[in-house]
C-alpha cells in the first residue's frame, strides 16, 4: 500500500526558512565582524612592537631599564603579551611551529595561530637581534562568560528586538500570499468538481496575477470546448437527420407510380445529399483546425500582403458590386507573416456570413493602428443581440430556431472564424454595424 505524505503548508515553509536565513544572517554578520575586527587589531598590535622597540633602544643606557631585564632574561612575560629577544637568524616559525601568515603591515609581516593570537618579529636597528613579540591572550577579551559582557547583551537584545520586528513585517505579506493562493486552490477546487463558470480573482502581485490569470485562460477554453462539445453531440444528430428525412420522404414519392414531377424529387435528393456533405466537410475543417492544421497540411506561415489577399477573396466569393473594400489611406506597407490558409478560413467565413445573413450591402474596412491592423466586415442585416455575440462563435448555434436552414446554413462558419484566429493569434469580436447590421473585427496584432 503506497502511502502518501501530507504536503507541507508553503506559507509556514516560508515563514521558517525566513527566520532560519535571518539567525544564519546574524551569525554570519558576527563572524565577519570578528574577522574584520582582528584585522583592524593588527595595527594597534604593530604600534604595540614598535614602541617596545623603542623603548629598547631608549632604555640601554639604565642600569634597571627595559634593555638590562630583556637582555638578562631574554623574555619577558607580561599580563597578555610575551617579549623575547633573540638573534637575526631565527625565524617564526623556530619559536612559534603552528604560526601562519595573517597579513603584512608596515613591513612587519604579522603571523597568527590556532588560537588566534598574532605573532611577529620587530628587528631592532643598529643590532643583529630582534624582538618577538607574541600575544598569550586577547587583549580585548574579556574574562568574563560572552553572556555576562555588557556589549553582547547590548548586542543580543537589538538582535532579538530586529528578529521580532522583522518577523512581524515578514508574517503580513506572507500570510497574504498565503490567503490569495489558498482563494486560487478553493477555485481550483470548485472547476475541478464542475462549476466551470467560476473564476479567479485577478491578484496585483506576481507571481500570483499570472498563476490566477492563467488559470482563468485555461478556465475559459475549457468552458468553451465542454459547450462546443455539448453543442456538437446535441446538434449533429439533428442537422443530419433533417436531411435524411427529406430524403426517406423523397424515396418513399418516388416509389409511388402516380409521382409526375420526379425529377424534382431527384433534384431534391440531390441537394439533400450536397447539404449533407457541407456539413461533413465542415466538421472535418472545424476538427483539423482544433487540431492545429489547414486543410490535410500543417499550418505554414508565409509573408503576404494582407489587403492583396482581401481583395482576391472578395473576388472569389462574391461579386465586387455586392462587397465594397475600404482601405486606410495611412496604410504603407501591410505585408504580415502567418499562415496564408488559416487567414483564407477567417476572411471566407466572414464574407459569407455577411452576405448569407445581411441585406445586401456588405463593406470590408482595413485599418492600420501602431501595434496592430484591424479588419472590419460589416452588413445591413438584421444583426446579432448582445446576449448572443459570444455564443455565435460556438458550433451550430443558431439566434433562432430556423435562421440558419432559412440561409442554408449550419452554424459552422463563424466557429471555423474563431477556431482559425486563435490558431493564428488574431482576435475576433461583433459589435453593431453603423449601417446596421452586425460588424465583425479582426484584430490582426503587428510582430
Known sequence: MKIKSQPKNMFTCLYIE???????????????????????????????????????IDSQYERHGFYHNLNT??????????????????????????CELFKRRDGIDVYIKNNQLFVAAFPIPRANKQLFFIETEDPFSADAQWYEDSDNQFFFALFVTLSIALAGLIYLPLRRVNKRINKLLAVQTKFGQGDLSVRSEVFHISPIKELAQSFNDMADDIELRVKESLVFSQAIPHEIRTPLTRIQMASDLLRREDTEDKQTLFNDIDSYIEDISHLTSDILKLSRLTNGRCGDLPIAREVFSVSELVEKRIDVI??????????????QDDRYLASKCLSKLVI????????RYGGGVVNVTLREYQSCWTLDVEDNGPGIPIEKREEVFIAFSRLDSSRNH???GFGLGLAIVAQASRNLGWSVSV????IGGARFTVVLPKA
Open 18 to 56: 525566513s527566520l532560519v536565513g535571518l539567525v544564519l544572517t546574524f551569525f554570519i554578520f558576527i563572524n565577519v565582524t570578528n574577522v574584520l575586527l582582528r584585522h583592524e587589531d593588527i595595527g594597534s598590535f604593530i604600534d604595540s612592537g614598535n614602541s617596545y622597540v623603542q623603548d629598547y
Open 73 to 98: 632574561t631574554s623574555s619577558l612575560l607580561y599580563y597578555d603579551y610575551k617579549l623575547m629577544l633573540s638573534d637575526s637568524a631565527i625565524s617564526i616559525t623556530d619559536v612559534c611551529s603552528d
Open 318 to 331: 462574391a461579386d465586387t458590386k455586392q462587397i465594397q473594400f475600404i482601405k486606410d489611406s495611412n496604410i
Open 348 to 355: 471566407d467565413n466572414l464574407l459569407k456570413n455577411a452576405l
Open 406 to 408: 432559412n440561409n442554408g
Open 431 to 434: 459589435d453593431e454595424s453603423h
